[in-house]
T-cell receptor, first 112, second 114 residues
């Protein structure tokens, strides 16, 4: 059973607008969450993370929101730029195993 | 079946041992990846196989030797590893290499080199 779910396989957003990528999780033992960005034939690169004790973390154009009661997090990219077109992975860290569990990713396509 | 499986889950080996990690998927994906992940760091890409042929080798030391015997199976053969090679080794698959499709990650093998 998937513990980290990204239910939208793809998303298209106009350049300059806000991109919102969503992620749901099932395990309340995760202690922090991460977002990665991936281009084809490359490994994922780290974008931003959030501790389970916070509800928001911001870094430049990227903001991650965490709603623990709903077991939901989202990544906001404002304003969206053409170089943001990539696959975005949501991931969750389990302290007990020191393991990171990945979602399947959401393809973001920024339209000109 | 929409899973990537990896065996073993945990592996402890000495520096003179030879061992292998195994990854399997039955989704018909033609791109398979090996990543190495150290604690609290993003996964580092090691190898990419496309249609059972090695297409990317990210300057990985020869003590790591990948093998793709068929379209469902990916192995990573380990020999004469160093303690700094201790990490989580992740396998992933994707329909094709040059695509923005979802990538399916396996649960990983936790490797400890003594």
């Amino acid at each position: 059973d998937q513990q980290v779910k990204q239910n939208s396989p793809s998303l298209s957003v106009q350049e300059g607008r806000i991109s919102i990528l969503n992620c749901d999780y099932t395990n309340s033992m995760f202690d922090y969450f991460l977002w990665y960005k991936k281009y084809p034939a490359e490994g994922p690169t780290f974008l931003i993370s959030i501790s389970s004790i916070k509800d928001k973390n911001e870094d430049g154009r990227f903001t991650v929101f965490l709603n623990k009661s709903a077991k939901h997090l989202s990544l906001h990219i404002v304003p969206s730029q053409p170089g943001d077109s990539a696959v975005y992975f949501c991931a969750a860290h389990m302290n007990r195993d020191d393991k990171i569990i990945f979602g399947k990713g959401t393809r973001l396509h920024i339209l000109p | 079946d929409t899973e990537v499986t990896q065996t073993p889950k945990h592996l402890v080996m000495g520096m003179t041992n030879k061992k292998s990690l195994k990854c399997e998927q039955h989704m018909g994906h033609r791109a398979m990846y090996w990543y190495k992940q150290k604690a609290k760091k993003p996964p580092e890409l090691m190898f990419v196989y496309s249609y059972e042929k090695l297409s990317i080798n990210e300057s990985v030391p020869s003590r790591f030797s990948p093998e793709c015997p068929n379209s469902s199976l990916l192995n990573l053969h380990l020999h004469a590893l160093q303690p700094e090679d201790s990490a989580l080794y992740l396998c992933a698959s994707q329909p094709g290499v040059s695509s923005y499709n979802e990538q399916f990650f396996g649960p990983g093998t936790r490797l400890t080199v003594l």
